[in-house]
Protein backbone atom coordinates (compact mmCIF):
# COMPACT_ATOMS: atom_id res chain seq x y z
CA UNK A 1 0.00 0.00 0.00
CA UNK A 2 1.38 3.28 -1.20
CA UNK A 3 -0.55 5.47 1.04
CA UNK A 4 -2.10 7.29 -1.80
CA UNK A 5 -6.02 6.89 -2.41
CA UNK A 6 -8.07 6.93 -5.33
CA UNK A 7 -11.47 7.02 -5.76
CA UNK A 8 -13.36 5.88 -7.74
CA UNK A 9 -11.32 2.04 -8.60
CA UNK A 10 -14.20 1.81 -11.54
CA UNK A 11 -15.99 4.62 -13.35
CA UNK A 12 -18.42 3.05 -16.39
CA UNK A 13 -19.71 6.36 -18.60
CA UNK A 14 -21.00 7.51 -21.59
CA UNK A 15 -19.38 9.62 -24.39
CA UNK A 16 -20.13 13.08 -23.79
CA UNK A 17 -20.21 12.99 -20.23
CA UNK A 18 -18.22 14.55 -17.75
CA UNK A 19 -16.55 12.79 -14.60
CA UNK A 20 -14.57 13.50 -12.05
CA UNK A 21 -11.40 11.36 -10.47
CA UNK A 22 -10.25 11.72 -6.54
CA UNK A 23 -7.09 11.74 -4.90
CA UNK A 24 -5.70 11.72 -1.82
CA UNK A 25 -1.74 11.79 -1.86
CA UNK A 26 0.45 10.59 1.29
CA UNK A 27 0.24 12.05 4.33
CA UNK A 28 2.79 15.06 4.19
CA UNK A 29 3.44 15.00 0.11
CA UNK A 30 2.91 18.76 -1.20
CA UNK A 31 2.93 17.51 -5.52
CA UNK A 32 0.30 15.21 -7.02
CA UNK A 33 0.72 13.90 -10.45
CA UNK A 34 -1.59 12.61 -12.87
CA UNK A 35 -0.70 10.22 -15.42
CA UNK A 36 -3.33 8.36 -18.06
CA UNK A 37 -2.33 4.75 -19.07
CA UNK A 38 -3.91 3.28 -22.08
CA UNK A 39 -2.48 0.47 -24.70
CA UNK A 40 -1.93 3.17 -27.52
CA UNK A 41 -0.34 5.55 -25.71
CA UNK A 42 1.60 3.75 -22.51
CA UNK A 43 1.53 5.77 -19.58
CA UNK A 44 1.44 9.46 -20.33
CA UNK A 45 2.27 12.58 -17.44
CA UNK A 46 -1.02 14.98 -18.07
CA UNK A 47 -0.21 17.42 -14.86
CA UNK A 48 1.62 17.57 -11.45
CA UNK A 49 0.34 20.28 -8.83
CA UNK A 50 3.01 21.18 -5.66
CA UNK A 51 1.02 22.59 -3.24
CA UNK A 52 -2.16 23.75 -4.54
CA UNK A 53 -0.28 25.53 -7.49
CA UNK A 54 0.14 23.76 -10.86
CA UNK A 55 3.65 22.99 -11.61
CA UNK A 56 4.16 21.14 -14.55
CA UNK A 57 1.71 19.65 -17.72
CA UNK A 58 1.90 17.78 -20.18
CA UNK A 59 -0.70 15.65 -22.61
CA UNK A 60 -3.57 16.79 -21.30
CA UNK A 61 -6.15 17.76 -23.18
CA UNK A 62 -8.05 20.98 -22.85
CA UNK A 63 -11.50 18.66 -22.18
CA UNK A 64 -9.65 17.56 -18.96
CA UNK A 65 -8.64 19.68 -16.17
CA UNK A 66 -7.16 19.19 -12.73
CA UNK A 67 -6.83 21.08 -8.93
CA UNK A 68 -5.55 20.36 -5.83
CA UNK A 69 -6.90 21.95 -2.86
CA UNK A 70 -5.72 23.28 0.27
CA UNK A 71 -5.99 19.86 2.01
CA UNK A 72 -3.55 18.64 -0.57
CA UNK A 73 -6.26 16.53 -2.21
CA UNK A 74 -6.67 16.67 -5.70
CA UNK A 75 -9.52 15.90 -8.29
CA UNK A 76 -8.95 15.42 -12.04
CA UNK A 77 -11.89 16.90 -14.23
CA UNK A 78 -12.68 14.73 -17.86
CA UNK A 79 -15.54 16.40 -19.58
CA UNK A 80 -17.08 15.92 -22.97
CA UNK A 81 -15.99 12.23 -22.78
CA UNK A 82 -14.95 10.39 -26.14
CA UNK A 83 -14.16 6.51 -26.56
CA UNK A 84 -10.67 7.19 -27.07
CA UNK A 85 -10.48 8.40 -23.29
CA UNK A 86 -11.00 5.04 -21.97
CA UNK A 87 -7.83 4.03 -19.59
CA UNK A 88 -6.36 3.74 -15.88
CA UNK A 89 -5.87 7.10 -14.69
CA UNK A 90 -3.11 7.05 -12.34
CA UNK A 91 -2.44 9.65 -9.38
CA UNK A 92 0.73 10.01 -7.78
CA UNK A 93 1.98 11.62 -4.72
CA UNK A 94 5.76 12.94 -3.62
CA UNK A 95 7.58 15.17 -1.13
CA UNK A 96 8.06 17.82 -2.15
CA UNK A 97 8.24 17.47 -5.79
CA UNK A 98 10.52 20.13 -6.83
CA UNK A 99 12.72 17.64 -8.70
CA UNK A 100 12.45 14.37 -10.22
CA UNK A 101 14.95 12.20 -7.88
CA UNK A 102 11.49 12.84 -5.20
CA UNK A 103 10.17 9.13 -5.40
CA UNK A 104 6.48 9.62 -6.94
CA UNK A 105 4.03 7.17 -4.96
CA UNK A 106 1.00 5.79 -7.19
CA UNK A 107 -2.21 5.26 -6.02
CA UNK A 108 -3.97 2.09 -7.17
CA UNK A 109 -5.69 3.56 -9.86
CA UNK A 110 -9.11 4.60 -11.54
CA UNK A 111 -10.23 2.40 -14.38
CA UNK A 112 -12.52 4.53 -16.66
CA UNK A 113 -14.12 2.90 -19.58
CA UNK A 114 -16.31 5.22 -22.28
CA UNK A 115 -19.16 3.45 -23.56
CA UNK B 1 10.47 11.80 -28.14
CA UNK B 2 12.21 11.62 -24.49
CA UNK B 3 10.65 8.29 -23.37
CA UNK B 4 12.41 5.02 -23.08
CA UNK B 5 11.96 2.20 -24.87
CA UNK B 6 12.09 -0.89 -23.17
CA UNK B 7 13.47 -4.53 -24.58
CA UNK B 8 12.32 -7.14 -24.53
CA UNK B 9 8.72 -6.29 -24.93
CA UNK B 10 7.70 -9.76 -22.96
CA UNK B 11 10.02 -12.14 -20.87
CA UNK B 12 9.52 -15.84 -20.08
CA UNK B 13 11.97 -17.22 -17.36
CA UNK B 14 12.03 -20.09 -14.97
CA UNK B 15 11.88 -19.41 -11.30
CA UNK B 16 15.73 -19.47 -10.19
CA UNK B 17 16.80 -17.55 -13.42
CA UNK B 18 17.90 -14.37 -13.99
CA UNK B 19 16.27 -11.58 -15.83
CA UNK B 20 17.64 -9.14 -18.03
CA UNK B 21 15.57 -5.79 -19.43
CA UNK B 22 16.69 -3.08 -21.12
CA UNK B 23 15.84 0.58 -21.91
CA UNK B 24 16.63 2.68 -24.43
CA UNK B 25 16.40 6.40 -24.61
CA UNK B 26 17.26 9.41 -26.56
CA UNK B 27 17.92 12.62 -24.72
CA UNK B 28 19.85 13.99 -22.20
CA UNK B 29 18.93 12.73 -18.48
CA UNK B 30 19.72 13.95 -15.10
CA UNK B 31 18.28 10.32 -13.73
CA UNK B 32 16.68 6.90 -15.01
CA UNK B 33 14.37 4.94 -12.96
CA UNK B 34 13.23 1.71 -12.88
CA UNK B 35 9.04 0.73 -11.18
CA UNK B 36 7.36 -2.07 -11.55
CA UNK B 37 3.47 -2.42 -11.93
CA UNK B 38 1.45 -5.75 -11.16
CA UNK B 39 -1.59 -6.38 -13.57
CA UNK B 40 -3.72 -3.29 -13.58
CA UNK B 41 -2.30 -2.05 -10.15
CA UNK B 42 -0.42 1.18 -9.02
CA UNK B 43 3.32 1.63 -10.57
CA UNK B 44 6.16 1.13 -7.18
CA UNK B 45 9.39 2.78 -7.76
CA UNK B 46 12.10 0.55 -7.78
CA UNK B 47 15.41 1.75 -7.86
CA UNK B 48 16.89 5.36 -9.53
CA UNK B 49 20.24 5.86 -10.87
CA UNK B 50 21.62 9.19 -11.73
CA UNK B 51 23.47 10.04 -14.69
CA UNK B 52 27.22 10.33 -13.32
CA UNK B 53 26.33 6.64 -11.88
CA UNK B 54 27.09 3.54 -14.12
CA UNK B 55 25.82 0.76 -12.02
CA UNK B 56 23.19 0.15 -8.41
CA UNK B 57 22.12 -2.70 -6.60
CA UNK B 58 19.37 -3.11 -4.32
CA UNK B 59 18.48 -6.54 -3.00
CA UNK B 60 18.19 -8.46 -6.55
CA UNK B 61 18.22 -6.05 -8.07
CA UNK B 62 20.93 -4.72 -10.24
CA UNK B 63 20.72 -1.51 -12.88
CA UNK B 64 23.47 -0.69 -15.01
CA UNK B 65 23.46 2.74 -17.11
CA UNK B 66 25.65 3.56 -20.05
CA UNK B 67 25.08 7.78 -21.10
CA UNK B 68 27.42 7.54 -24.00
CA UNK B 69 25.01 4.46 -25.50
CA UNK B 70 22.08 6.54 -23.95
CA UNK B 71 20.45 2.92 -22.61
CA UNK B 72 20.40 1.05 -19.34
CA UNK B 73 19.24 -2.24 -17.86
CA UNK B 74 17.82 -4.00 -14.82
CA UNK B 75 18.60 -7.27 -14.22
CA UNK B 76 16.70 -9.52 -11.67
CA UNK B 77 18.67 -12.48 -9.97
CA UNK B 78 17.08 -15.33 -8.50
CA UNK B 79 13.70 -14.56 -9.99
CA UNK B 80 10.69 -15.49 -8.05
CA UNK B 81 7.13 -16.21 -9.22
CA UNK B 82 6.33 -13.31 -7.59
CA UNK B 83 8.44 -10.95 -9.90
CA UNK B 84 5.40 -11.59 -12.48
CA UNK B 85 4.79 -7.89 -13.53
CA UNK B 86 5.53 -5.19 -15.70
CA UNK B 87 8.85 -3.11 -15.70
CA UNK B 88 9.47 -0.02 -16.83
CA UNK B 89 11.92 2.35 -17.29
CA UNK B 90 11.45 6.52 -16.69
CA UNK B 91 13.87 9.35 -17.69
CA UNK B 92 13.86 12.72 -16.23
CA UNK B 93 15.59 15.90 -17.36
CA UNK B 94 15.44 18.16 -15.23
CA UNK B 95 15.50 21.50 -16.88
CA UNK B 96 12.59 24.38 -17.60
CA UNK B 97 9.33 22.83 -18.57
CA UNK B 98 10.48 18.73 -18.11
CA UNK B 99 11.67 19.81 -13.99
CA UNK B 100 10.62 16.86 -11.98
CA UNK B 101 8.64 15.09 -15.12
CA UNK B 102 9.01 11.55 -15.85
CA UNK B 103 8.96 9.85 -19.33
CA UNK B 104 7.90 6.52 -19.13
CA UNK B 105 8.81 3.43 -21.63
CA UNK B 106 5.79 0.31 -22.56
CA UNK B 107 7.63 -1.72 -20.69
CA UNK B 108 8.96 -5.14 -20.62
CA UNK B 109 6.29 -8.20 -19.45
CA UNK B 110 8.36 -10.68 -17.33
CA UNK B 111 6.52 -13.74 -16.88
CA UNK B 112 8.37 -16.09 -13.94
CA UNK B 113 6.98 -19.71 -14.35
CA UNK B 114 7.69 -21.75 -10.76
Known amino acids: DSGVTQTPKHLITATGQRVTLRCSPR?????VYWYQQSLDQGLQFLIQ???????AKGNILERFSAQQFPDLHSELNLSSLELGDSALYFC??????????????FGPGTRLTVL | SQQGEEDPQALSIQEGENATMNCSYK?????LQWYRQNSGRGLVHLIL?????REKHSGRLRVTLDTSKKSSSLLITASRAADTASYFC??????????????FGRGTQLTVWP
Open chain 1, 92 to 105: ASSYPGTSSTDTQY
Open chain 1, 27 to 31: SGDLS
Open chain 1, 49 to 55: YYNGEER
Open chain 2, 27 to 31: TSINN
Open chain 2, 49 to 53: IRSNE
Open chain 2, 90 to 103: ATAWDRGSTLGRLY
